[in-house]
């Protein structure tokens, strides 16, 4: 399908649609909202090109908001009906929005074949730890022992890990934000040059059923020690004053921190990070903010053809060979008559 091209630079707020947006006061979702608008105009894609798709949940709201075509799709199968837009029109730009109960619980299946097919699209996980639009249950990333109303006493599952889930799927791009990230229009922006699928793991907080969940690693008082950005070919140093960094334990084949300066570690000594390196993204990937810092930016980066790319070989093959025909497709093989 050929749409119109848009010629005037877009802004941020052309992207905004007349809905009113209906998150609670303080929700994570709004900056993300906000973050997304202010990341398009930068894209070189027609607007009319856009397609947002998402499942069921608070963020699954976000095609009403922004002024581009939508599809509020039903809970978990996002990833089935973003899959077969982008095979209908490759040409369309698609975004997926989904949430940690959405994208993993009942979402969980459909969630790993997007990822393992590699369909060029962006995936927008909006991960708060709990399940927000039904009024706060655990959800499949929530942690040992939070009290919920489908867990009063603490849940007991272990949770799952996003992004190590996403690499573990084969997935090609792996990234994490968090909601009010001055730099997360920039991870977007890279999730979205990447050809194949992106996963982007965004925590969000709920200020009603989880409020400060990732206090951990996001309050003020402890962001410099808890958080590692990384960035392709630089050492994953952390710390008030620079002096920490992560470094590979031989002989246990884990990450572990370590002070510069003390017991004979030097810089050299630090681990530089190679987004291309999947055996050690998904090391990077475990990494939650406990015994070690929480990794930021892109952990992932590594591309390959695209399912959509394997589809069209297929076409081209077939058409290849001639006009296909129907009845000689049902008549070949094994067939019988009355």
């Known amino acids: 399908m050929n749409v ?47 397609v947002f798709v998402s499942g069921i949940g608070c963020s699954s709201r976000f095609p009403y908001y922004m002024s581009t075509y939508g599809f509020h799709t039903i809970h978990g199968r996002a990833p089935a ?22 994208g993993f619980s009942i979402g969980g299946n459909h969630m790993l074949h997007v990822l393992r097919r590699n369909v060029n699209m962006q995936i927008l996980l909006c991960n708060n730890e709990i399940y927000g639009l039904t ?35 084969g997935a090609r791009f792996a990234a994490r934000a968090y909601d009010t990230q001055k730099t997360l229009p920039d991870i977007l922006k890279r999730a979205h040059a990447h050809r194949g699928t992106s996963m982007v793991e965004i925590l969000q907080n709920c200020i009603v059923y989880n409020d400060a969940v990732f206090d951990k690693v996001l309050a003020r ?21 620079k002096n920490k960094g992560i470094r590979l334990n031989t002989q246990s084949l884990t990450l572990e921190a370590v002070t510069i300066g003390e017991n004979g570690i030097t810089e050299a000594d630090i681990l530089v990070h190679d987004e291309t390196n999947r055996s050690l993204a998904i090391l990077i990937a475990d990494m939650d903010g406990h015994d070690l810092p929480a990794a930021f930016g892109v952990i992932y980066c590594n591309p390959t053809a695209t399912y959509e790319d394997g589809i069209t070989e297929k076409l081209e093959a077939a058409e290849a060979n001639g ?16």
Not at 26 to 43: F, M, N
Not at 149 to 167: C, N, R
Not at 324 to 338: I, K, M, V
Request: aromatic share 8%.
């Open 221 to 241: 008082d402890v962001a410099t020690e808890k958080q590692l950005h990384v960035k392709h070919g630089e050492p994953m140093i952390f710390g008030a004053e």
């Open 135 to 169: 009024k706060g249950q655990y959800s499949p990333t929530s942690e040992v022992g939070l009290r919920t109303p489908s867990s009063p006493d603490g849940s007991v599952d272990t949770p799952l890990k996003p992004l190590v889930f996403t690499l573990g799927a």
């Open 81 to 102: 009906f973003a899959t077969g837009i982008k095979i209908a029109n490759p040409e369309l730009d698609v975004w997926m929005v989904t949430g940690d109960g959405d």
């Open 4 to 50: 119109a091209v848009t010629k005037d630079k877009m802004k941020p707020a052309d992207f905004a649609s007349d809905q009113e947006v209906r998150w609670c006061p303080g929700c994570g979702d709004y900056a993300i909202l906000k973050a997304v608008q202010r990341t398009l105009p930068d894209i070189d894609t027609p607007k009319e090109n856009y």
């Open 323 to 338: 006009k296909p025909s129907l009845d000689a497709l049902l008549r070949q093989g094994h067939t019988w008559e009355a």
